[in-house]
């Protein structure tokens, strides 16, 4: 057997079903095993960095690892904005890198890159040396993108190594099955019980960790138990049921970006927090204030860099979300007793004031009938017209996050697919098409600016030519957002860096897809379900509607019922 056929033979016994990216240099000795491959198909992105952010949506929205596969020197640069961006949300992205012989490299050949260059985003990067290291190589692959808090990993391939044969029996190779996961110390559960039992009001916040170790079903559990508020932050919305009534959306303690204002008011209540998968990422998940002295934080995180790491808790706890979480139910059900706990009428009535108040507020700017629109509109038309249980959303970087993640109602786990970490212009345009390879069942549809656009739109070419039927929904408002809306500023950017511009439904059109422009709000409905109907029908689809600049939400201090 040779090199490349031990690597895909591996691929194929640890279950891999596709593997995005762009033929380059290095990569050859795997084609003839590919090609014959039953179980995987390989297609090419039309940019080895889109490569990436399918596998990325695909291991988002299955929890399955996403493979990525990308050439020499440029191929691999490409790939290093959507490698930064899985590392810095937790996502099981797998790259297989190729690299020119082993005896080639350190002479600055044509096109010489070294796999140092992602040194500071990976979980683990491994260089095949010698042919009979695959399986071990291999083996050491799947057990980091699968155990403990999930990472990307990367693979160098010199293609003498790919090239070389060994004994069948040397390079046959094994599945490793599920990852391992850290289980709590029950000392720590103990200590967690006892602060939540003995709470006044506490409140659960829940992070992508959550949905990694799918741990939904376990943290619905708890806060029906002790009738805890439950928010999610950016990369964690849906881990916990936003038409719940004990939902608060996102906006996790003591204050983040894009925070319901139910959220902004449950907070001020709590008197202990159980933050569960979460980071504290600034400036999203956090605005960096500090918790006061009388309320407790218990913080639950597979990954022990990021317990204290912005806040000292009370009770940091290395483990696995689902199993940490199953612990601490059955130590809470010890000290409450048969039948005791379960939801309380008082804490549901004041979160539905809260939230209607604060949905009240902004209910004229989703349904403004001014001339252009305003993101928020097409968002709100958006949900009215989609099976919201059926329906994947997912969101982009700047404005149309801002639009989308609050006011999107997430009902399932892995039904709304977000990012943060590094939050690239244009990700969503790869990771839908990855969302749609891994559930083809659902209506998958993101959101994202023309600015963002610019930079990835050819990728609805692969939606077309790959039949992944999904619905890009462009607002454009001529430029980027901020830029526009600061121009009159003296020390903003000159207009020549804001203003932009392009019909990119005819560009959509051309590349094979469904296409549609509106300018006139009431005509936004209509077209979503055109384009909807399109995407039922097998053919990828885009909606440009043209808007005005307008500035996310902020959360006020002095928000209140």
């Known amino acids: 057997m040779r090199g490349g056929d031990a690597v895909i033979h591996a691929l194929e016994k640890e279950g891999v079903e596709y593997i995005s990216g762009f033929a380059g240099g290095g990569e050859v000795p795997l084609w003839p095993a590919l090609r014959e491959s039953k179980t995987i198909k390989v297609f090419s992105t039309r940019h080895e960095r ?9 291991a988002r929205a299955t929890g399955k690892v996403g493979v990525a596969l990308c050439g020499t020197g440029p191929g691999a640069t490409n790939t290093l904005t959507g490698i930064a961006g899985a590392f810095a949300d937790n996502i099981p992205v797998l790259l297989l890198m190729g690299q020119h012989p082993l005896g080639n490299l350190g002479k600055e050949i044509q096109q010489e890159v070294p796999s140092s260059i992602f040194d500071s985003f990976v979980k683990w990067k491994g260089t095949m040396s010698k042919v009979e290291d695959i399986p071990g190589i291999m083996r050491r692959a799947f057990t980091a993108l699968r155990s403990g808090s999930p990472g990307p990993v990367v693979l160098e391939m010199p293609l003498d190594v790919l ?5 069948d029996s040397v390079l046959n190779y094994e599945p ?3 990852g391992r996961k850290p289980a709590a110390d029950p000392r720590d559960i103990d200590k967690a019980a006892e602060i939540l039992v003995n709470a006044s009001f506490p409140i659960l916040n829940l992070g992508g960790g959550v949905l990694s170790a799918e741990a939904w079903d376990e943290a619905k559990e708890l806060a029906e138990l002790l009738s805890m508020p439950v928010a999610t932050t950016l990369v964690g919305k849906g881990a916990f049921p936003e038409d719940h009534p004990l939902s608060l959306g996102g906006g996790v303690y003591p204050r983040s970006k894009y925070a319901s204002g139910q959220a902004l008011h449950i907070n001020r209540k709590a008197d202990a927090v159980l933050a569960v998968g979460n980071s504290f990422r600034m400036p999203n998940a956090t605005d960096g204030r500090p918790i006061p002295d009388n309320v407790k934080l218990i913080h639950i995180n597979a990954d022990p860099e990021d317990l204290n ?3 000292h808790a009370d009770v940091p706890i290395l483990a696995d979300a689902k199993l940490a979480l199953r612990s601490l139910i059955d130590a809470v059900r010890d000290r409450l007793g048969p039948g005791k706990g379960g939801v309380k009428e008082e804490v549901v009535s004041e979160i539905q004031q809260a939230k209607a108040k604060w949905l009240g507020e902004w209910e004229s700017i989703f349904t403004d009938a001014s001339v252009p629109t305003n ?10 017209v989609v099976d919201l249980d059926r329906t994947i959303a997912l969101h982009d970087a700047g404005g149309s996050r801002g639009y989308l993640s609050p006011f999107w109602v997430a009902t399932k786990p892995r039904n709304y697919i977000a990012m943060g970490g590094m939050a690239a212009m244009g990700w969503s345009m790869g990771a839908a098409v990855g969302v749609k390879l891994g559930r083809p069942d659902h209506l998958v549809f993101h959101v ?7 930079m990835v739109g050819m990728e609805i070419e692969t939606a077309v030519r790959m ?5 890009t929904v462009l607002l454009n408002n001529g430029g980027t957002g901020g830029g526009l809306m600061a121009m009159d500023r003296p020390n903003a950017a000159p207009p020549a860096m804001a203003e932009l511009g392009g019909n990119f439904s005819l560009v959509a059109q051309g590349l094979g897809a469904y296409s549609e422009r509106v300018v006139q709000p009431e005509d936004i409905i209509p077209a979503f379900r055109r384009a909807i109907q399109a995407t039922e029908s097998g053919q990828a689809a885009l909606v440009e509607v043209m808007i005005k600049p307008m500035r996310t939400p902020e959360a006020p201090d002095d928000w209140s019922l």
């Open 163 to 167: 090239s070389s044969e060994a004994a």
């Open 50 to 58: 889109q490569g990436v952010e399918i596998a990325d949506g695909y």
């Open 448 to 454: 994202l600016g023309d600015a963002s656009y610019g």
């Open 309 to 311: 790491k912005i806040y």
């Open 375 to 384: 993101g928020y509109r097409v968002v709100h038309d958006l949900m009215q």
């Open 467 to 471: 039949g992944l039927p999904t619905l």
């Open 176 to 178: 490793l099955g599920p």
